[in-house]
T-cell receptor, first 113, second 110 residues
Framework: SQTIHQWPATLVQPVGSPLSLECTVEGTSNPNLYWYRQAAGRGLQLLFYSVGIGQISSEVPQNLSASRPQDRQFILSSKKLLLSDSGFYLC????????????FGPGTRLTVL | QKEVEQNSGPLSVPEGAIASLNCTYSDRGSQSFFWYRQYSGKSPELIMSIYSNGDKEDGRFTAQLNKASQYVSLLIRDSQPSDSATYLCAVSGGSYIPTFGRGTSLIVHP
């Protein structure tokens, strides 16, 4: 079965600092990978998704970017964090070819001060 | 714009009762339907998936799908305090980009 790892688990960063969140997947190959953000008391917001290495689709224009340097690695980055970037960041994957069930990683809680 | 609607709640039920959570969706082409449970501060955990009209049972959970009415529900029998969480409904049309509802908060009180 597939396992999703995310790190760090928690992060406190000052406004204007850079960001790098990493997600890796085990137990599957060529997964679709997703980054979501969940702000306090709000729903899931899809930020980026990727169907393969180097292929990134952005759902919401903002100061975040994503990269997929390897098949099972998905990175979320920012050059300068804003207060509004605070939230719970979730990496998710779908193993294409079976069912389209989406599984989530444990998440990273980011607080921007 | 694909939409998934859920009552935000909170839905409060006594321990041992049946909790009924509802979800409607706008895209008639939707093919797959999921219920996730999310405890406070944790990531969503898949608890049920359903793909055809009717009922699907798994332990204390029953998912019900009515594609004609564009309606999917989750019943939790013999509700326990440990079932207190936010329940997210997700709908997929085969594009591998699920649409999520905002979730319903369930409180099971002893």
């Amino acid at each position: 079965s597939q396992t999703i790892h995310q790190w760090p688990a928690t992060l406190v960063q000052p406004v204007g600092s850079p960001l790098s969140l990493e997600c890796t997947v085990e137990g599957t190959s060529n997964p679709n990978l997703y980054w979501y953000r969940q702000a306090a008391g709000r729903g899931l917001q899809l930020l980026f998704y990727s169907v393969g290495i180097g292929q990134i689709s952005s759902e919401v224009p903002q100061n975040l970017s994503a990269s997929r340097p390897q098949d099972r690695q998905f990175i979320l980055s920012s050059k300068k964090l804003l207060l509004s970037d605070s939230g719970f960041y979730l990496c998710a994957q779908i193993s294409v070819g079976s069912t389209d069930t989406q599984y989530f990683g444990p998440g990273t809680r980011l607080t921007v001060l | 714009q694909k939409e998934v609607e859920q009552n935000s709640g909170p839905l409060s039920v006594p321990e041992g009762a049946i909790a009924s959570l509802n979800c409607t969706y706008s895209d008639r082409g939707s093919q797959s339907f999921f219920w996730y449970r999310q405890y406070s501060g944790k990531s969503p955990e898949l608890i049920m998936s359903i793909y055809s009209n009717g009922d699907k049972e798994d332990g204390r959970f029953t998912a019900q799908l009515n594609k004609a009415s564009q309606y999917v529900s989750l019943l939790i029998r013999d509700s326990q305090p440990s079932d207190s969480a936010t329940y997210l409904c997700a709908v997929s049309g085969g594009s591998y980009i699920p649409t999520f509802g905002r979730g319903t908060s369930l409180i099971v009180h002893p």
